[in-house]
């Protein structure tokens, strides 16, 4: 039993690491445990054949000045790299044609998105009252705001692209605070928008830009830096069977490792792994105690990762393309990576990802290889005029428990989160089962813990 290691945080994703990256800076005693031989978490960058790209997320967005802070921090040690120009532009397919995403007037009042009473409804918008209803689905808020072609051709792709999720299910208030914060707050999401640029801003939350960026070589770099910092003595990769127990007024964290049972005494545990997990680590508390938790829905999702040698189909200069699910494919979407960030393919290359799954599709993201290759290929062939099929790179990575749905049972979750550390001092459960599922907000969750500690 060792007194060395007053804290254990359990997994090195980026919730982990950060959190530890703080603690070592203020020099408290801490290590990580990790089943992977790996850290990161999902985070997992490959290099091959001149293509570089991701298992899991591609990009993240500068939404907090936790996210500033952290890259000041490790500027030495990483390439922090904004993604092109080309990213601002975001189609939407509709009756299988691509079609760019308004960003201005004149483009909202001729995009063929949306229907003409919609286009004049939107007028009203600043002028209808708040919602009432705090679980209200995103889906009837939209109606009631913006119509249905908005909710079809514009919010329905959006939350494929975050949460491959379904719209009539996810709850705002939990789901996209901020959005839900501009209606409570201003009464309007266009009032409210415009107001909230108008308001003054701390020095701090300027550099907060809402820019895309990835790090150049891959995001696996920032978990690399992460890792370099904490050091190798705080990090134990490889490790199985994590269990907790109460010991006194402190916990025992045993795991099993190269044959042997090793324990360590602690004053906290930090838990960053998935609300399925809970029940193993934390016998002591019980299933049913961890049942709100527990019951949290996750999409599966498949990632398919696409690199051509040479590209000759349509050209690729956006952030990406969304299909609406009223469109009826087989992919939610596709990211244009070789366009985002530079270096991802070889010149005159392409490499993209597609998305396969989500809620509203599940058991397609099981699919075997040869099935997920023939829908890629006929998207592609179809959507980007590919005249031949001969791919440089072809993964498939399946991530059964990909995004975390924020549904109306999520305000459960929390209190069952806050009823167990405050009858169990000392444990914290953190993330993506509260706080958001984005990089922006585990780096958020994880200094806001570690600055508790």
Known sequence: MSDNNKVVIIGAGLTGLVTGYYLKKRNIPFVILERKDRVGGVINTYRQKGFVFEEGPNSGVVSNKEVVELFE???????VEPANSVSKARW????????????????????????????FGILGEPFRKPGTNPNETLADMVRRRMGNSFLDYAIDPFILGIYSGDPERLVPRFALPKLYNLEQKYGSFIGGAIKKKRDKTAENDKRVTKDIFSIRGGLSNLTKALYTYIGIDNIVLDCNNVSVSRDNENYNVSYYKDGNTENIKASKVISTVGGYALPDIFKFIGKKNLQPITNLQYAQVAQVVVGFQQWKGSSLKAFGGLIPHKERRNILGVLFLSSLFKRRSPDGGALLSFFVG??????????????????????????????????????????????????ADTEQRYECINNLQQQYDGIILAGNIRDGIGMADRIKQAKQIAFSI
């Not at 939407?92 to 998105?113: D, E, R």
């Not at 599940?362 to 099929?389: G, H, R, S, Y």
């Open 358 to 407: 989500g809620v509203r599709n599940q058991k397609l993201a099981l699919a075997d290889n040869e099935t997920i290759k023939e829908i890629v290929q006929k998207e592609l062939e179809q959507l980007f005029d590919l005249p031949e099929w001969n791919p440089r790179i072809f993964k498939v990575y399946r991530h059964p428990y990909a995004i975390p749905q924020y549904y």
């Open 73 to 79: 921090d490790l500027k030495e040690d990483i390439d």
């Open 92 to 119: 939407i397919l509709k009756n299988g044609k691509w079609h760019a995403l308004p960003s201005c007037l004149i483009s909202a009042v001729t995009t063929p998105l949306f229907t003409l009473k919609d286009k």
